[in-house]
């Protein structure tokens, strides 16, 4: 994202910002097909942030629904499963009269926590994990296009342009990336 930021910063500040409208209009990423076309229509930088933030933050708080309905589930799977094991064990104690059903009902009553616990760290807690994880790599992603179309707004240089969003990457991902260019800036 960062390489496409900064061509289009090298490409506005040679050709004019109107050149980045076909661009804009075959782009696939809509956060940064709806800066560009901000930049273009001539839209104030603090109006440009504003609707940009708004957007951020609402697909933010999306993310936040989505990875919450599995730390409940996380969080309500044991509980689940003590009561079905609570239940297992009063039916156990239903047939107290016959001592050699009550290994088996112990047994099936005690499965119900098993199934409880294992569902919700093995599923629903990694799942809501994962999910935290893609939307701090998503919400990271689109502050990097906020802040890039508004140095492409400002009329910044590409290599100004690249060293401020290269700020948004870790150091050793910026090694990383440096040395799958070949070492080129």
Known sequence: MIHLVVRFADK??????????????????????????????????????????????????????????????????????????????????????????????IAGAFIATLYGVTSANLIFLPIAHKLRA??????????VILEGVLAIQAGNSPRLVEERLKSYVAPRQRAITLHARGGKR
């Open 134 to 143: 893609i939307a701090g790599e998503e919400i990271l992603l689109q502050e």
């Open 12 to 105: 506005a500040r040679r050709e004019g910002l109107l050149s980045l409208e076909n661009d804009a209009k075959a782009m696939d990423v809509p956060l940064l097909k709806q800066g560009i076309f901000l930049v273009i229509d001539g839209t104030d930088p603090e109006t440009i942030r504003d609707i940009l933030s708004t957007d951020l933050h609402y697909q933010e708080m999306n993310f936040r629904a989505e990875e919450s309905i599995f730390t409940t589930l996380g969080g309500f799977a044991p509980t689940l499963g003590i009561i079905g094991t609570v239940m297992g064990l009063i039916h156990m104690l239903a047939q107290l009269n016959d001592p050699g059903k009550m290994g088996p009902l």
